[in-house]
């Protein structure tokens, strides 16, 4: 089919080659539309179905069909009810005017009963069926009454089947008519809710039994053709079910249709194995089909008129719209019609949902903005507003009931503004004091010098008060807006992660399972949710391996050459029992390890020292080393120096970026307490990617890098966290290498050794003198060699953290698979 905007691109005389199929498109879609709105919209179709309901019959002569119809229809759609009661009396008409009576007869029969015993049901859906089977049986032993004047054994039997088939057939309208009401289905159809359809299309076909055109029987040209219909869109399982459950009914409506039971079971079978070949392979399937079980019927005539039914089914298949057969295979689980349109749902919900997210993403953002820009413009003349308030409130007090008030401020304003302004500012500065010569001149001009000045005292309270106050609201609107704007891009980041698709490695799933078992390695199940360098995730279910290990060993180092950098074991979920299957996943391995060391002593050789220290895996790939040191000792410095380190461990692991935290971190730690606690914080950012470093140092001291016989000192000039609300955190980078050792500590081991004048110089030369490169070791000594400069006395709280780079080298070897292609 040509693009519909093919003709945008066509030379002006060719349009109208395109313009026919343009039309006939747009009519077959309002014809289908049409035919939608007449037959679903408006009800039609019910009164079509009633009609073939109304005249089946089930062993030639019960009608079981008519009364859970049309209850099923009054049940679900009201409105719809009298049209579905003219379908079945018309129907019921065509066998009789008995017949048509009492379909009549028994509805509304029943009308009455539910209507009135409504008020007492609590769930009228379950009651439904009893009142339908009860109806229906009573009513046909008085019919049967009536008609001889006796009620027979055979009778009741009879009637038994028929009430029990109303009460079968009523669950199972249930299930089945709202999916020819509604015009937009969005759910897909259950097992037991297909299972009724096929039930409801055989049993409205039973209607069309004795119809034939042409000495072709309608029924089983019908038949055959929902076969190839199910075949085709659902496989040889359903299309089975459809052929057993269709003939059976067909069976149960007429004995001498019993064979085509088997016809119609094994047509759907080889129509669904062949429908690899499209409708022609469903198509050949049941012509296989009907050579195979037609040569059991009753001879070369009867052999000779199958055929011709089922060429008459398969052409009334192959004339089926491809737009109709996709539209229903859309709602059975398993086609892959219901496939894409599952995905496709999927991928609305995860764009909504990305889309939500970002809306967050920008309203916090939004907010973040707004409260920073009310600090990026400040008031014009601010201070000199702030010091006509003051003196107006100095003035109202004092000069306001004074007799020389014209003499100063009408004919000496200048002088004495800017005398009481240079007063106000050397009280402010002195602590309330002012100097001698500042006295006499006030004294000179002023008749009420004390007085002045106990009244600049009690004001400058309140304004140094209000100084504080709007001290602390610009403080906190910065850490509020900080925190808001590092929410946003958290928010922002997680939007973009839910719109990566996941991508289909169907052909790359195929290729490692082929690789693994030409080495003689079974494996059940692959899954590949990402081959992105450095970020591989792959899923595997094995055989129960009894404890060998092969998947570290063996399957680990394959997959290590097959995508060309190193896959390592992540999880493994081993069988309980020896026939089961491992469930096992696999990670990229990163290309640099860490390898940590502590050691610390607390104050006095106490318990509880106020030094803290963490080491924090994060996303990524990325690991955070962190000391704090509380101010002072003890238990209250413990606290602070943890509390550090658990908030900042928090939001970190959230997703937030250093600085950002860091200052968060430092605005709580400052708006906590009015308490002058402090805490220092000594972080340390490594990539495990390239073994990248970041250094944000808050009052610490400094960190040392040992490479081979060279020390590197990393120091960055920062207040300890809590004394100051904004700040900036200076970031020291340095790029590590594999074999780096690199040494933490707290001020109490850096300034630790007695009689020491450069601290630098004396722990360079201690870092140089170890013989050791073990993390732990290198913590142990240097603590040692700080508390024996000592005296062996522990003056202060002291920790030392100790990392060794190295290179993530694997266990195991990579083994090379020669017929594969890496994928890297």
Same mark, same amino acid.
């Given at each position: 089919?040509?693009?519909?905007?093919?003709?945008?691109?066509?030379?002006?005389?060719?349009?109208?080659?395109?313009?026919?199929?343009?039309?006939?498109?747009?009519?077959? /879609?309002?014809?289908?539309?049409?035919?939608?709105?007449?037959?679903?919209?408006?009800?039609?179709?019910?009164?079509?179905?009633?009609?073939?309901?109304?005249?089946?019959?089930?062993?030639?002569?019960?009608?079981?069909?008519?009364?859970?119809?049309?209850?099923?229809?009054?049940?679900?759609?009201?409105?719809?009810?009298?049209?579905?009661?003219?379908?079945?009396?018309?129907?019921?008409?065509?066998?009789?005017?008995?017949?048509?009576?009492?379909?009549?007869?028994?509805?509304?029969?029943?009308?009455?009963?539910?209507?009135?015993?409504?008020?007492?049901?609590?769930?009228?859906?379950?009651?439904?069926?009893?009142?339908?089977?009860?109806?229906?049986?009573?009513?046909?032993?008085?019919?049967?009454?009536?008609?001889?004047?006796?009620?027979?054994?055979?009778?009741?039997?009879?009637?038994?089947?028929?009430?029990?088939?109303?009460?079968?057939?009523?669950?199972?309208?249930?299930?089945?008519?709202?999916?020819?009401?509604?015009?937009?289905?969005?759910?897909?159809?259950?097992?037991?809710?297909?299972?009724?359809?096929?039930?409801?299309?055989? =049993?409205?076909?039973?209607?069309?039994?004795?119809?034939?055109?042409?000495?072709?029987?309608?029924?089983? @040209?019908?038949?055959?053709?929902?076969?190839?219909?199910?075949?085709?869109?659902?496989?040889?399982?359903?299309?089975?079910?459809?052929?057993?459950?269709?003939?059976?009914?067909? =069976?149960?409506?007429?004995?001498? =249709?019993?064979?085509?039971?088997?016809?119609?079971?094994?047509?759907?079978?080889?129509?669904?194995?062949?429908?690899?070949?499209?409708? *022609?392979?469903?198509?050949?399937?049941?012509?296989?089909?009907?050579?195979?079980?037609?040569?059991?019927?009753?001879?070369?005539?009867?052999?000779?008129?199958?055929?011709?039914?089922?060429?008459?089914?398969?052409?009334?298949?192959?004339?089926?719209?491809?737009?109709?057969?996709?539209?229903?295979?859309?709602?059975?689980?398993?086609?892959?019609?219901?496939?894409?349109?599952?995905?496709?749902?999927?991928?609305?919900?995860?764009?909504?949902?990305? %889309?939500?997210?970002?809306?967050?993403?920008?309203?916090?953002?939004?907010?973040?903005?707004?409260?920073?820009?009310?600090?990026?413009?400040?008031?014009?003349?601010?201070?000199?507003?702030?010091?006509?308030?003051?003196?107006?409130?100095?003035?109202?007090?004092?000069?306001?009931?004074?007799? /020389?008030?014209?003499?100063?401020?009408?004919?000496?304003?200048?002088?004495?503004?800017?005398?009481?302004?240079?007063?106000?500012?050397?009280?402010?500065?002195?602590?309330?004091?002012?100097?001698?010569?500042?006295?006499?001149?006030?004294? /000179?001009?002023?008749?009420?010098?004390?007085?002045?000045?106990?009244?600049?005292? %009690?004001?400058?309270?309140?304004?140094?008060?209000?100084?504080?106050?709007?001290?602390?609201?610009?403080?906190?609107?910065?850490?509020?807006?900080?925190?808001?704007?590092?929410?946003?891009?958290?928010?922002?980041?997680?939007?973009?992660?839910?719109?990566?698709?996941?991508?289909?490695?169907?052909?790359?799933?195929?290729?490692?399972?082929?690789?693994?078992?030409?080495?003689?390695?079974?494996?059940?199940?692959?899954?590949?949710?990402?081959? &992105?360098?450095?970020?591989?995730?792959?899923?595997?279910?094995?055989?129960?391996?009894?404890?060998?290990?092969?998947?570290?060993?063996?399957?680990?180092?394959?997959?290590?050459?097959?995508?060309?950098?190193? *896959?390592?074991?992540?999880?493994? &979920?081993?069988?309980?029992?020896?026939?089961?299957?491992?469930?096992?996943?696999?990670?990229?391995?990163?290309?640099?390890?860490?390898?940590?060391?502590?050691?610390?002593?607390?104050?006095?050789?106490?318990?509880?020292?106020g030094d803290s220290h963490s080491t924090i895996e994060l996303g990524l790939g990325k690991m955070a080393l962190a000391i704090s040191d509380g101010m002072g000792n003890g238990e209250r410095a413990h606290y602070e120096s943890d509390e550090t380190?658990?908030?900042?461990?928090?939001?970190? %692991?959230?997703?937030?970026?250093?600085?950002?935290?860091?200052?968060?971190?430092?605005?709580?730690?400052?708006?906590?307490?009015?308490?002058?606690?402090?805490?220092?914080?000594?972080?340390?950012?490594?990539?495990?990617?390239?073994?990248?470093?970041?250094?944000?140092?808050?009052?610490?001291?400094?960190?040392?890098?040992?490479?081979?016989?060279? @020390?590197? /000192?990393?120091?960055?000039?920062?207040?300890?966290?809590?004394?100051?609300?904004?700040?900036?955190?200076? @970031?020291?980078?340095?790029?590590?290498?594999?074999?780096?050792?690199?040494?933490?500590?707290?001020?109490?081991?850096?300034?630790?050794?007695?009689?020491?004048?450069?601290?630098?110089?004396?722990?360079?030369?201690?870092?140089?003198?170890?013989?050791?490169?073990?993390?732990?070791?290198?913590?142990?000594?240097?603590?040692?060699?700080?508390?024996? =400069?000592?005296?062996?006395?522990?003056?202060?709280?002291?920790?030392?953290?100790?990392?060794?780079?190295?290179?993530?080298?694997?266990?195991?070897?990579?083994?090379?698979?020669?017929?594969?292609?890496?994928?890297?």
């Amino acid at each position: 089919m040509e693009k519909p905007n093919a003709s945008l691109i066509e030379p002006i005389g060719e349009v109208n080659l395109h313009t026919p199929k343009w039309n006939f498109n747009y009519g077959f /879609k309002k014809l289908q539309f049409l035919l939608e709105s007449f037959f679903i919209k408006k009800g039609f179709l019910l009164l079509i179905v009633g009609f073939l309901l109304g005249r089946a019959l089930i062993l030639a002569k019960l009608t079981p069909f008519s009364l859970p119809f049309f209850a099923a229809v009054y049940f679900i759609k009201k409105d719809r009810a009298p049209l579905a009661l003219i379908g079945l009396v018309t129907g019921a008409a065509t066998l009789s005017l008995g017949n048509a009576a009492f379909t009549f007869i028994v509805t509304f029969l029943f009308l009455f009963i539910y209507r009135i015993s409504q008020k007492w049901l609590n769930n009228e859906m379950r009651a439904l069926p009893f009142f339908v089977g009860i109806i229906l049986g009573l009513s046909k032993l008085a019919e049967a009454f009536i008609l001889s004047r006796a009620i027979t054994l055979y009778d009741v039997m009879m009637v038994g089947v028929q009430a029990s088939l109303a009460f079968i057939l009523t669950m199972i309208f249930l299930q089945s008519i709202p999916l020819l009401t509604a015009n937009k289905r969005r759910q897909l159809l259950k097992t037991e809710e297909i299972v009724c359809l096929i039930i409801m299309l055989a =049993s409205i076909m039973t209607g069309t039994i004795g119809w034939k055109v042409y000495d072709l029987s309608l029924e089983h @040209v019908l038949s055959r053709y929902l076969v190839l219909v199910f075949s085709f869109i659902a496989g040889a399982t359903v299309g089975s079910t459809v052929g057993v459950v269709t003939g059976l009914i067909f =069976s149960l409506a007429s004995v001498s =249709s019993f064979y085509h039971m088997s016809l119609l079971a094994f047509s759907g079978v080889l129509g669904g194995l062949l429908k690899e070949g499209k409708k *022609i392979g469903v198509s050949v399937g049941l012509f296989i089909a009907t050579l195979l079980i037609g040569m059991y019927g009753e001879g070369g005539g009867s052999l000779l008129l199958t055929i011709y039914e089922t060429a008459a089914a398969i052409c009334l298949f192959l004339l089926t719209p491809q737009s109709l057969t996709s539209r229903l295979a859309k709602y059975i689980p398993g086609t892959p019609e219901h496939m894409a349109e599952q995905q496709k749902y999927m991928r609305k919900m995860r764009d909504v949902t990305a %889309q939500r997210v970002s809306q967050f993403s920008n309203v916090f953002h939004a907010l973040s903005k707004s409260f920073s820009q009310t600090d990026a413009f400040p008031v014009e003349n601010e201070d000199e507003r702030e010091m006509d308030y003051f003196m107006s409130h100095v003035t109202e007090k004092t000069c306001q009931t004074c007799f /020389k008030k014209e003499q100063c401020w009408a004919k000496n304003f200048s002088t004495t503004y800017a005398c009481m302004e240079e007063i106000i500012h050397e009280m402010d500065q002195n602590d309330g004091n002012i100097s001698l010569r500042m006295s006499r001149e006030w004294e /000179k001009l002023c008749s009420r010098p004390k007085k002045v000045y106990e009244t600049i005292a %009690q004001e400058l309270t309140f304004y140094q008060a209000n100084i504080k106050l709007k001290k602390k609201v610009h403080e906190s609107r910065k850490l509020v807006a900080d925190q808001l704007l590092g929410v946003s891009e958290v928010m922002n980041n997680f939007a973009k992660e839910i719109q990566r698709e996941r991508e289909n490695y169907y052909k790359q799933e195929e290729q490692i399972m082929e690789a693994m078992q030409g080495f003689g390695i079974h494996i059940e199940q692959v899954e590949i949710y990402s081959l &992105e360098p450095g970020n591989v995730d792959i899923e595997m279910s094995v055989p129960f391996c009894n404890g060998h290990g092969e998947c570290e060993k063996l399957i680990a180092p394959m997959l290590s050459d097959i995508l060309g950098e190193t *896959i390592v074991v992540r999880l493994e &979920e081993c069988a309980t029992y020896s026939n089961g299957f491992c469930h096992v996943v696999f990670r990229s391995s990163k290309a640099y390890t860490v390898d940590t060391g502590v050691a610390h002593a607390a104050k006095d050789g106490g318990l509880v020292s106020g030094d803290s220290h963490s080491t924090i895996e994060l996303g990524l790939g990325k690991m955070a080393l962190a000391i704090s040191d509380g101010m002072g000792n003890g238990e209250r410095a413990h606290y602070e120096s943890d509390e550090t380190l658990k908030l900042l461990q928090k939001i970190l %692991q959230s997703g937030i970026e250093e600085k950002i935290a860091i200052k968060s971190v430092n605005s709580i730690l400052s708006l906590r307490t009015t308490d002058e606690i402090f805490s220092t914080l000594d972080l340390a950012m490594i990539d495990l990617k390239n073994a990248s470093a970041k250094f944000l140092k808050i009052g610490s001291t400094p960190s040392f890098i040992k490479r081979g016989k060279k @020390v590197i /000192k990393i120091q960055a000039s920062n207040l300890p966290m809590g004394i100051l609300q904004d700040f900036e955190v200076d @970031v020291v980078d340095e790029q590590l290498k594999a074999g780096d050792l690199l040494i933490m500590m707290s001020d109490g081991v850096f300034e630790g050794p007695k009689h020491v004048e450069n601290y630098d110089l004396w722990m360079k030369r201690k870092i140089l003198e170890l013989e050791t490169d073990d993390p732990q070791e290198v913590a142990d000594l240097i603590l040692e060699d700080v508390i024996r =400069s000592k005296s062996e006395i522990i003056d202060d709280d002291m920790t030392v953290m100790v990392a060794k780079i190295r290179h993530n080298t694997p266990k195991w070897a990579t083994i090379p698979v020669q017929k594969m292609k890496r994928q890297a």
